[in-house]
């Protein structure tokens, strides 16, 4: 049962070569053992979902056996725990939010449901999806399965290390800055964020409304054609979702993709982009020749501008968002007689320090005063970093990147330097921005023998 795909798994499921809860027990007991290792082990979820899973795994095997099939049917997935799922706890890897149990399923989950899919955990994350390296989640920091002294990247690094690390074939991430890209590139897997609006966001608890998206992260690319076309889909919960048909994500991996444009950006090979990120680049820029493609030289001229833009933007949205955790509806309530005592001590208690950071830096943003000199601005700002990816399209068909300047860093080498590491999302973050689609491709290992991926990013 070692390094399935999603594909693989529905095979044999049909040929009975294994039940949906024979490998879902396996799957849970592997998890288990995992954490209970503590620091020497990968440690990518939060809460295992043992009873839940165990019971939709042997449905999903009745169901089998009737001749019944579905696009996800006895497949385990993991869940970045910042998606709800009804009767399961959602903490966002925060002390404000533990205890907190789902009275509802996010939309994602529902389509999940319908598919057939089992559910065996919810994925450790950065706190509030807000980092880039695991590190930020109240519970553990999770481990690059390559390298246990390594970050796997965030936000949704527990979801790219469960798929990794062969905890389950497949997982749900959310990505508002790279958050699936990123992990899946430091991983070695490969991690979609999809159009703004292609997935519903209903379910989701918002950092920023304007950016966040769901994606798959998955081992190969068929599987993640397959997760999307699942997870895709309008819902009228959802205001920004879009009322578009799916199209069939797995019937276009048999197009061919000679004489297709790729755009290579100059401003994406920059100063600090590490040699093996680079030589990598540069391979698959050989690959897609080789595939009969052109390579065209393109230029994103307001690139730079693209990382102070996002941390005004998202954490001005993000402390919108978060002032609804005040220990009166739900979560840590820290007791006191005057209710703003009570409001200050809660949160106080309840978000970690870099939560506190970014809500501090929206706040700021959106004050009377600055209001106009950042929010304001950044928005035209955006605007305009829209515009040279719309330009870029009328010449090409698809833009190719790095992923990450390197490849997965130390746990703390990055911790106590904000700015380095809001860094790591250089070349993820234009892409949720503009809204447009971008997945992270393995291609290969380095010499240390870390993953190095590439981004392809398309129109709308």
Not at 19 to 26: F, G, N, Q
Not at 60 to 73: C, N, V, Y
Not at 135 to 161: Q, V
Not at 316 to 333: H, M, P, T, W
Request: hydrophobic letters at 35%.
């Amino acid at each position: 049962m070692n390094n399935l795909t999603i594909q693989e798994i529905l095979n044999s499921l049909q040929q009975k070569k294994f039940s949906s809860a024979e490998l879902t027990r396996y799957y849970l007991k592997k998890s288990r053992e995992d954490l209970d290792k503590g620091d020497s082990g990968v440690r990518p979820f939060i809460t295992l979902l043992d009873d839940m899973a165990i019971a939709r795994a042997e449905e999903a095997d009745k169901r089998i056996s009737q001749g019944e099939t579905a696009p996800l049917l006895g497949v385990p997935l993991a869940i970045k725990d910042n998606i709800n799922i009804e009767g399961a706890e959602t903490t966002c890897a925060s002390q404000i939010l533990k205890g907190y149990i789902s009275p509802y399923d996010a939309y994602v989950i529902k389509k999940l449901k319908d598919a057939g899919a089992v559910f065996t955990a919810k994925t450790n994350m950065d706190e509030f999806a807000m980092g880039s390296s695991n590190e930020t989640s109240s519970y553990w920091s999770t481990r690059n399965p390559h390298d246990l002294s390594r970050i796997p990247g965030g936000s949704s690094g527990g979801s790219a290390a469960a798929v990794s690390g062969d905890f389950v074939s497949g997982a749900i991430g959310s990505d508002t800055g790279g958050s699936i890209r990123l992990p899946a590139g430091l991983c070695g897997i490969v991690g979609v964020k999809p159009t703004y609006g292609r997935v519903s966001r209903f379910g989701l608890v918002a950092y920023g409304s304007s950016l966040d998206q769901i994606g798959p992260l998955t081992k190969t690319v068929e599987d993640a054609a397959l997760m999307l076309s699942v997870l895709s889909g309008y819902d009228k919960m959802d205001s920004t979702s879009i009322d578009v048909p799916i199209d069939n994500y797995s019937q276009g991996l048999r197009n061919s993709i000679k004489g297709k444009k790729i755009g290579v950006p100059k401003e994406y090979f920059i100063e600090g982009l590490d040699d093996d990120v680079k030589k990598t680049i540069l391979k698959a820029i050989d690959m897609l020749k080789s595939q009969g493609c052109e390579i065209v030289d393109i230029s994103l001229p307001r690139t730079g501008y693209a990382v102070p833009v996002y941390y005004i933007i998202a954490t001005s949205e993000a402390s919108s968002n978060l002032a609804r955790f005040d220990g009166i509806r739900y979560g840590k309530r820290v007791k006191d007689e005057d209710i703003t005592e009570l409001f200050m001590k809660t949160r106080d208690a309840g978000f970690g320090d870099e939560v506190k950071r970014r809500i501090m830096i929206g706040t700021y943003s959106l004050s009377s005063g600055y209001y106009d000199a950042y929010y304001l601005q950044a928005l035209k700002a955006r605007t305009i970093i829209k515009n040279d990816f719309l330009n870029a399209f009328e010449k090409v068909d698809a833009i190719i990147s790095p992923v990450s300047p390197t490849t997965a860093f130390k746990i703390g080498e990055k911790i106590n330097d904000p700015i380095k590491m809001y860094l790591s999302d250089i070349f993820t973050i234009s892409a949720n921005l503009a809204g447009i689609p971008g997945i992270s491709l393995p291609i290969e290992k380095n010499a240390q023998g870390l993953p190095v991926g590439v981004q392809l990013m398309g129109k709308h």
